[in-house]
């Protein structure tokens, strides 16, 4: 009987071993089309992108700083003139209709305000007469919506401010957490 079972049991063991290794084999894929991930914000040719914010202001993809508001584009980046979402006007929003070529996007981000109808639509029908679309946003949402539509080469730009507060998320604390732990690293020499 102990036989049997010694006998069963390597035979469970070979047949799983097989088994594992034509899976392991049919997995590796060696063939044209594989799946690639391309990160945007290290593209050089993709433009400028925004990697980070603050409420102090933004950090691009080119390791560039810029304190306070700004108005980027898809190759050049300024300062803002504005102060809050309150100082949003005619006048303010006036860059982005002399500009050439002319942008098919603008996108406004707020920092975290809370957007009313009748903000967005005093932004939206200044816009409309020079035949320009608009997005009203949160800072957050407006830098990712920006980064998206200038990765898809389209001519946008963004009007943002920076947020009061940042909100933080399990990712940002781990992150924070490995730092500090490596800070009490010490190197082997």
Not at 44 to 52: E, K, P, R, T, Y
Request: net charge neutral; aromatic share 6%; proline share 3%.
């Amino acid at each position: 009987m102990n036989v049997l079972q010694g006998v069963g049991r390597i035979a469970h063991q070979s047949l799983r071993r097989t088994i594992c290794t034509s899976l392991a084999r049919r997995s590796t894929y060696e063939s044209d089309g594989k799946t690639s991930v391309t990160i945007l914000n290290k593209e050089a040719d993709a433009g400028l992108m925004i990697n980070s914010y603050s409420q102090y202001g933004f950090r691009l993809n080119n390791d560039m700083v810029v304190i306070g508001p700004m108005a980027i584009f898809s190759r050049t980046v300024l300062s803002w003139n504005v102060e809050s979402h309150e100082d949003i006007n005619d006048a303010s929003l006036s860059l982005f209709c002399a500009i050439e070529p002319k942008i098919d996007v603008l996108v406004v981000g707020i920092g975290d305000h809370t957007i009313t109808p009748a903000f967005s639509k005093k932004i939206i029908d200044f816009m409309k007469r020079y035949k320009i679309n608009v997005e009203v946003l949160g800072t957050e949402q407006a830098c990712s919506t920006f980064n998206f539509l200038n990765a898809e080469n389209r001519v946008v730009a963004a009007a943002l401010i920076p947020p009061m507060t940042i909100r933080v998320n399990e990712d940002d604390l781990m992150r924070k957490q490995i730092e500090v732990s490596r800070s009490f690293e010490v190197a082997d020499k």
